[in-house]
């Protein structure tokens, strides 16, 4: 077991993400076409974001994310897109991020740059629930940091057969504990893990 030094936090870092059967956060050609949102795991979504959330995401997962919710209901009349749409606006985010360092995002964005798993961690143990979504890069940097306290890993009855895979290769292993699983809406399934810490 790996000693983190992060015991029993106030707040926590999740790590959600959607994924391919096949392990892909997105198809080969950057498509994310093929998560099917339905009731129940909008329904998820929804529980898992609630409260004193903070939303958290790499420079690209921003640049999607940014690119569509705060316009949802112009693109989309999908039930969980407006739902969601008016939280996504509402809750604090942080970009993680050198290129957008010193810029103003709107919506309610913090960027950080430096430090990264010094800045998050704090913003937990201050009582802040942080939801990372998709971005592999910085999950990775953060788990080899000790730093996550959660993975929630949506798997889809589909084989994207190549893209961006969902986990980095890592520096070492991280022993978890199966908290959760679940089938949403008779497709998909969830995969809830607490990564263990030593006393």
Known sequence: MRVTGRQDPVGRIIHFVHQSLDGFIAGPNGEFDWPAMGPELSAYTGELT???????????VWDLMSGFWPNAERYSRDPHD??????????????????????????????????VAAELTALAEA?????????AELAAHLGAHGAIDDYHVVVHPVLLGGGAPAFRPAEHRTELETVETRTFDGRS??????????A
């Open 189 to 198: 399934v969830l995969l809830r893990h607490r990564v263990v810490r030593e």
């Open 50 to 60: 609630a409260g004193d959330t903070v939303f958290l995401y790499g420079r690209k």
């Open 127 to 135: 009582g802040k629930t942080l939801v990372l979504f998709g971005g």
């Open 82 to 115: 407006l739902a969601f749409a008016p939280v996504w606006r509402e809750t604090p985010k942080v970009v993680v991020s050198r290129t957008l360092a010193g810029r103003d995002l709107g919506w309610n964005t913090t960027v950080v740059s430096e430090n």
